[in-house]
């Protein structure tokens, strides 16, 4: 944590995750909504019916890692602040201009069981 004009805020990535080096992290929340529409088509019920967190991750690739596949459970943290969620992307992006990267998302739906793909 940093001070700016009488401000904290916070410079960085965190903690360092088994993947590699972190480059960017994203924590994204959102929810699915129905809606109800009157007869000159305006809505005017809405209602959120399920919520998702999705966590985003670009690292610098390291050597001799594997990162998760697409659809098993990933765990970041541990004990009471663990979260766990399902895998939906793994990217590796090669360049002959960068290092190679990793990116990986992973969501968790409500308060569902994460189940890995067989």
């Excluded at 965190?14 to 909504?33: H, K, L, P």
């Excluded at 919520?51 to 765990?75: D, H, Q, R, Y």
């Excluded at 004990?79 to 090669?94: P, Q």
């Amino acid at each position: 944590m940093s001070e700016l004009t009488g401000e904290t805020v916070e410079f960085g990535t965190g903690e360092n995750r088994t993947i590699g080096i972190i480059q960017s992290e994203n924590d994204n929340n959102s929810a699915e909504v129905a809606e109800i529409r009157d007869e000159t088509g305006k809505i005017v019920l809405q209602k959120a019916y399920s919520k998702s967190n999705e966590k985003t991750f670009e690292a610098i690739f390291m050597v001799g890692v594997t990162p998760p596949a697409a659809g098993t459970a990933l765990t970041i943290g541990s004990g009471e602040t663990a979260w766990t969620g399902i895998v939906t992307a793994s990217n590796i992006t090669k360049s002959n201009t960068e290092f190679t990267k990793v990116s990986i998302t992973a969501q968790k739906k409500d308060s569902a069981t994460v189940v890995a793909y067989a």
